[in-house]
């Protein structure tokens, strides 16, 4: 009976198939043959009729949908393989499979041919991935990248918004748009993306530091000071925000605030000569008020007994600006400005010998130029 059973059960299926097989269009029986020929021109000629004719036909749409996939003809895929689910969700795990091949072998392609310095050919791959999946997010990022290897900002900007329409949350994505609008010297637009990036990660230093810079542009110190004070207190070890930060206060005149920082950074760096030509005008600039101030005070009444006191002070911030001048001068020689400032420091500290040695280097270097 068992065995019996077993070979009942064979014959209706064989039934089953033969009558389903003969319920189908002839087109989808002489595409099936052609598929197997490898015949795929053929194959889309007689499926292309098939829907047609039922365009409510689940396997034809999907036969369809691959053999356009072969011929790399990914919109008329897609619109076939949408069609066929529209129609029934038989072939559902079929075309996710069919459209996760195709966009991982041009995605990996695009990512190739970008390592390997050729942009276009990167350019073409994601685009056609974005065509085989519109909803990876990974094309548009990679496209945006490229682009702006290729100067064409529009395009990127335009990418960069695809990929946050998918993904509108991504952290990374966000950043890079800012840090892209910053370059581009959109400000405003470069503040709004690192403020939806700090939403999602408050603690991200590369979305902070560029904020600070961001409202420094736009003369918004008071936001940017505090976008930095909230960077350092993350990574209190970052010389690039203490200089940025510091480079703040040197901008709004509040010079003693500027050289705790740009000190702070030659405490760990002492030959970083950004910091240490900062820091020496940082005290010039000083110096350089009071002496001012105490000259206008002389001609109001030069027996005012501030006046010595000014130009007491005014020397000491002199002397002060020297050390950093003139290791400064060590490590870059043939800045003329530096030596013109530093013979300014002598002579208004009271060696006029050095101050005068400065000052004709000065000149040579300008006779140089």
């Known amino acids: 009976m068992k065995k ?24 989808v029986t002489s595409a099936k043959v052609y598929i197997q020929q490898n015949d795929w021109d053929k194959a889309i000629e007689q499926l292309e009729a ?8 689940a396997e034809a749409q999907y036969l369809l949908g691959q053999g356009y996939g072969k011929k790399g003809r ?5 619109r076939a393989f949408d069609a066929s689910l529209a129609a029934a969700n038989t072939f559902e795990q079929q075309i996710k499979f069919e459209r996760e091949k195709y966009w ?28 085989v999946n519109s909803e990876k997010p990974e094309n548009y990022r990679n496209l945006a990248v490229a682009y702006l290897r290729k100067d064409q900002f529009d395009k990127a900007e335009e990418n960069y918004k695809k990929a946050l329409a998918v993904e509108p949350e991504h952290v990374e994505t966000l950043v890079n748009f800012g840090i892209a609008y910053y370059n581009a010297g959109k400000f405003a637009e470069s503040i709004e993306q690192f403020e939806k990036a700090l939403e999602q990660d408050p603690n991200n230093s590369d979305a902070i530091s560029t904020l600070g810079l961001a409202y420094d542009q736009l003369g918004e110190s008071d936001k940017a000071i505090q976008a930095y004070e909230t960077a350092l207190k993350a990574n209190p070890d970052n010389n690039d925000l203490k200089f940025n930060y510091a480079r703040l206060f040197y901008n709004k005149s509040e010079y003693l605030k500027a050289i705790e920082q740009f000190e702070s950074i030659l405490a760990a760096n002492p030959d970083d000569f950004e910091a240490l030509l900062s820091t020496g005008d940082s005290y010039l600039r000083m110096a350089d008020k009071i002496r001012t101030e105490a000259k206008e005070l002389e001609e109001k009444n030069e027996d005012d007994p501030k006046i010595a006191e000014m130009r007491a002070k005014m020397k000491e911030l002199y002397k002060k600006s020297i050390p950093f001048l003139e290791k400064a001068s060590e490590i870059k ?36 130029n």
């Open 74 to 78: 990914f919109e008329d895929m897609n």
């Open 50 to 57: 098939a829907v047609a004719v039922t365009p409510e036909n």
């Open 333 to 368: 020689p043939d800045n003329k400005n530096l030596w013109y400032n530093l013979g300014i420091a002598h002579m208004q500290a009271g060696d006029a010998e050095k101050g005068k040695a400065a000052f004709e280097k000065a000149e040579a270097m300008g006779k140089q």
């Open 104 to 131: 991982v072998e041009y995605f990996n392609k695009g990512v190739n041919a970008f390592n390997e310095e050729n942009v276009d050919n990167a350019i073409q791959a994601f685009e056609t991935a974005a065509l």
């Open 4 to 27: 019996h059973n077993v070979v009942l059960v064979a014959l209706i299926a064989i039934v089953g198939l033969s009558v389903m097989w003969a319920c189908q269009p002839k087109e």
